[in-house]
């Protein structure tokens, strides 16, 4: 063993540390950014991440195999100084393909308990394509969700049941119905209601669904209900058996809450389209110099296959800056996207893209905003924005879905909301 500044670290028989490494196609890149503890070096700490999530320990151990160790071993090509900041190549023997909980213990695991590591954020990952095709991927994909829901080009309308939790099964279904025929496409249930004695999961969805149907016979147009279907596994599954059994279009999970293993258990049960609500997210990415980032949650829903996610908005109540957002939707819309100082490169290959979701604090008057900033391929998704309308649901759903229009249209606001009573109502209320 060796010691700096008076400080115990352990000693491979090997070093991980090869900056004229260049990361084969195969391999499992990951980004950190790392802050030492007292004592530490950035290049010793990159060591002790790079060890401890592969083939190393704390000490010199007499049973390695060289040959295979060798082939297992990690690559520490890039270190950043300034920004704390290292780029680790994982050979993708490491890993068990198709396992995503055994993938997370390796690269997203014990790393985070060194007493090396005063600060560890998971930054980004390159995921290589014989990875991928071990995962499902997303189902639908945005192409496959707008033919589903027979809308072209606009963004997506939705909205969450509010409040919260507190309203019964009859009441729930009133409102979905109100919201659908104002104008939104979506309507789902908020992360935290899943089946209370107040509001039962099959009494909920039947009526619901019902609901559902009737207003698309009087809109004409293509409405979806999404579900929490997130329980124990095991009811997990019965509950989404009864969805698809009985008419339902659509399944909502709060995947981080509801863990990877049964995340992926519910993909290959489901047939329909899938709703990720991130849930909990910030207990891993709030915090800038530990965790993992929104980036890599996304990175990983979409290789498992949701159809769409919540991203953050740009604009609203939710934590998440602005280039931060945009590049988590540019990461899980498109096909690739090419590596950058902050940034790794990515290549999707054939697996679909998922449409982002802009939902926390959002209202007519931002709809304009949210749309120039992230695009068309978005589902804007207003609670408060919708039932908080001074006029009511059906008025808070036509104020979004007008604010929609005329910012496709190259129309203000203030000038659509002249002839649009319950648009101007909006920008009037929420000044």
Not at 28 to 53: F, M, N
Not at 89 to 117: R, T
Not at 199 to 212: E, G, S, V, Y
Not at 303 to 328: A, N, W
Request: glycine fraction near 8%; proline fraction near 3%; include cysteine.
């Amino acid at each position: 063993m060796i010691l700096e500044k008076g400080v115990l670290l352990k000693k491979y028989n090997m070093t991980f540390i090869n900056l004229k490494y260049k990361p084969k196609k195969t391999d499992v890149v990951c980004q950190y950014k790392i802050t030492p503890s007292r004592g530490y070096t950035l290049r010793k700490v990159a060591e002790e991440v790079a060890g401890e999530s592969s083939i190393g320990t704390w000490t010199s151990v007499k049973t390695l195999n060289k040959k295979i160790s060798k082939s297992l071993a990690p690559n520490i090509f890039y270190i950043d100084n300034k920004n704390k900041r290292v780029r680790i190549a994982y050979p993708i023997k490491l890993f068990e393909l198709g396992n995503l909980p055994e993938i997370m213990s390796s690269i997203g695991g014990n790393i985070y308990g060194m007493k090396a590591v005063k600060g560890l954020l998971w930054e980004d990952i390159t995921i290589p394509q014989k990875m991928l095709k071990s995962f499902k991927g997303p189902k639908y994909g945005i192409k496959g969700l707008r033919k589903y829901l027979k809308v072209k080009e606009r963004p997506l309308v939705g909205t969450i049941i509010k409040p919260k939790v507190g309203l019964n099964e009859t009441e729930h279904a009133k409102v979905a119905y109100k919201s659908w025929i104002g104008g939104c496409d979506v309507v789902k249930d908020d992360e935290n209601l899943t089946s209370q004695d107040f509001n039962k999961f099959k009494k909920r969805f039947l009526l619901t669904i019902k609901a559902c149907k009737k207003a698309e016979k009087e809109t004409g147009e293509k409405k979806v209900y999404l579900i929490n279907c997130t329980a124990e596994s095991k009811e997990m599954l019965r509950r989404i058996d009864f969805v698809q059994k009985h008419g339902g279009n659509y399944i909502m999970l709060d995947i981080l809450t509801l863990g990877w293993s049964a995340f992926q258990t519910a993909r290959d049960a489901i047939n329909l389209p899938i709703h990720a609500h991130r849930a909990g997210h910030a207990m891993f990415d709030r915090n800038p110099e530990h965790g993992m980032t929104m980036e890599v949650i996304a990175q990983l829903s979409r290789m498992v296959g949701v159809d769409t996610l919540h991203i953050g908005t740009v604009y609203g109540k939710m934590v998440g800056k602005k280039k931060e957002v945009l590049h988590i939707e540019e990461d899980i819309e498109q096909q690739f996207t090419k590596q950058t100082k902050e940034n790794l490169q990515q290549k999707w290959y054939k697996t679909k893209p998922v449409l982002g979701v802009a939902s926390g604090g959002v209202y007519p008057g931002l709809v304009s905003k949210i749309i120039k900033a992230m695009g068309n391929n978005i589902v804007l998704q207003a609670g408060g924005g919708v039932h908080g309308h001074p006029s009511g649901t059906i008025a808070g759903a036509k104020a979004m879905r007008q604010a929609v229009d005329a910012t496709i249209k190259g129309i203000s606001l203030k000038e659509y909301s002249k002839n649009h009573e319950e648009l101007k109502e909006a920008l009037e209320f929420w000044k």
